[in-house]
Nanobody, 125 residues
Framework: QVQVAESGGGLVQAGGSLRLSCVVS????????MGWFRQAPGKEREFVAG????????NYNDSLKGRFTISREDAKNTVYLQMNALIPEDTAVYYC??????????????????WGQGTQVTVSS
């Protein structure tokens, strides 16, 4: 069974940085794409970034491109989300997700089958 676990969230001041980690077990992560999503209180789940199975291609929410970077380290079964220049609007629970299809790293949350519990990111002004 595939399990996904995020870590690295916390409280940070505006302008600061955080790096989130996502460890995948129960699957050889290196053969699958991965994605990051977020959900703020009272808002819908939002796509943040995706990365293909070998890390050569990435996909970003256009509004976040340039500040957020997704990467992967298959030897550690880990996907990262580096977040820079954080603003209060980035406050949300951040989720890592694994798709059923090894090739999918798009923005539709419905196409991801395995989700972590989420990690809270709070950006203070």
């Amino acid at each position: 069974q595939v399990q996904v676990a995020e870590s690295g969230g916390g409280l940070v001041q505006a302008g600061g940085s955080l790096r989130l980690s996502c460890v995948v077990s129960g699957r050889t992560m290196g053969t699958y794409a991965m994605g990051w999503f977020r959900q703020a209180p009272g808002k819908e789940r939002e796509f943040v970034a995706g990365i293909n199975w070998h890390g050569g291609n990435t996909n970003y929410n256009d509004s976040l491109k340039g500040r957020f970077t997704i990467s992967r380290e298959d030897a550690k079964n880990t996907v990262y989300l580096q977040m820079n220049a954080l603003i209060p609007e980035d406050t949300a629970v951040y989720y890592c997700a694994a798709p059923q299809s090894r090739y999918y790293y798009g923005s539709r949350w419905q196409d991801y089958d395995y989700w972590g519990q989420g990690t809270q990111v709070t950006v203070s002004s």
